[in-house]
């Protein structure tokens, strides 16, 4: 085994004692240890929302709405299809919109991107150029480069420039400038406080409102459920039906005036991975199948397979945002064949990163999801006309109604 296979190893233990999934003496142990360093880790980050607060750490404002998109716990909220139905929103109705994203597990370039201002017509320095996936127009790189998610979104949204920077001030700087953006969605961002933002929505899962209730990195709070109180918009995912009435209940504890929207990550068809071959969702009833993932939580995946009528033999799962090799997916791929697997389903965001196996002897398709709201749309369709009709003509723009204390 090489050491990125056995770092990989380490990696997804490492995600299971975190989510609960790992059992046995070492997981206690390590959960022990982690738990000490949860501690610190919560005084770090009221600290550092204390000066941001008072005033004593600059954030910038560039004069354009900023819409925060995130979450208090680590992955799994369905953050990204929610991303793509505002890109998409407000596109639709006119707005030229730029998704600011960190591109997190990208690799660097090999030579940086060349891009002439706008300006001036000079050329751009290369510090000062972020990652430019997509301007609206032409999808710029590969999902390597541009990290699986930002990838998959520019390759959805035609109209919608992605900038990819781990400094999201930068980036959305040069998506105004270059790129004439004037609504800025900010990917993750609510734990991003360098630039300022208009509008906080957080999300949270229905199925795991608060994560494992441990903060990092012993759990998966980012940010003490406290905290919610620094949303403006309050989307419960994946729920199975509108009225949670309890989650509500809690939530409105932290939080008594952000507005709440519900709803679900729906399945709306199959694609295949290599030929783009749509299928419907009534292909998987009855079908043997194998699944194959890298995501925060597989257990979500493998229950939409279940509840579409398919048999899931076996569930390959890795670490979040894993980089497949050759030799993982011709692996998985004799297991199916010693299986008799009929296809194989990933998820849209492992597929830009699936690696073509040598020998293809059983169909690979992804299942596309996108976002249905349950309850709000009078609360969404509000929302929405606040951002569009807001003129951004000032250098502080903000139109959030929460408090902000924390």
Not at 40 to 45: A, E, N, S
Request: proline letters at 4%.
């Amino acid at each position: 085994m090489s050491i990125q296979e056995n770092l990989d190893e380490l990696e997804e233990w490492g995600e299971d004692v975190i989510f609960g999934r790992a059992k046995g003496f070492r997981a206690f142990m390590l959960c022990i240890v982690l738990r000490c360093f949860s501690w610190l880790y919560r005084f770090i980050v009221a600290q550092r929302l204390r000066l941001f607060r008072k005033g004593w750490k600059e954030q910038a404002h560039l004069g354009s709405l900023v819409i925060s998109i995130g979450n208090i716990t680590v992955g799994g909220t369905g953050k990204t299809p929610v991303v793509e139905l505002f890109a998409k929103t407000l596109r639709d109705h006119g707005r030229k919109v730029a998704i600011l994203s960190r591109g997190y597990k990208s690799k660097k370039l090999d030579t940086p991107q060349k891009w002439r201002s706008k300006l001036n017509d000079a050329a751009i320095p290369a510090e000062s150029m972020p990652k430019v996936v997509s301007d609206g127009q032409t999808l710029h790189l590969e999902a390597n480069h541009a990290g699986d998610e930002p990838y998959m979104l520019a390759k959805n949204l035609d109209n919608v420039s992605v900038v990819v920077d781990k400094d999201r001030v930068k980036g959305g700087r040069f998506a105004i400038q270059e790129l004439d953006s004037d609504v800025l969605l900010l990917d993750d961002g609510l734990q991003f406080l360098k630039l300022a933002h208009s509008i906080d929505v957080i999300l949270v899962d229905s199925n795991s409102p608060f994560g494992t209730g441990y903060m990092l990195p012993r759990g998966t709070l980012r940010e003490p459920v406290k905290n919610l109180c620094r949303a403006d918009y309050i989307f419960i995912t994946k729920c199975k039906s509108a009225g949670n009435t309890e989650l509500i209940k809690t939530i409105r504890k932290y939080n008594p005036v952000a507005e709440i929207i519900e709803c679900t990550h729906g399945p709306i068809q199959l694609e295949n991975v290599f030929t783009g071959e749509i299928k419907p969702l009534e292909f998987l009833d009855g079908k043997y199948i194998a699944a194959i993932s890298g995501i925060a939580v597989p257990e979500s995946f493998e229950e939409k397979l279940t509840a579409l009528g398919a048999e899931v033999l076996f569930h390959r799962t890795f670490a979040d945002h894993h980089s497949f090799n050759q030799q993982e997916i011709d692996r998985f791929m004799e297991r199916c064949i010693r299986r008799d697997t009929e296809i194989v389903v990933t998820t849209e965001k492992d597929a830009v990163r699936f690696l073509k196996p040598t020998d293809l002897h059983v169909p690979i398709y992804f299942l596309r999801i996108e976002v249905d709201i349950l309850s709000g749309q009078d609360i969404w369709d509000t929302l929405i006309r606040r951002i569009v009709d807001h003129q951004t003509n000032s250098d502080a723009v903000t139109l959030s109604r929460s408090p902000r204390e924390v």
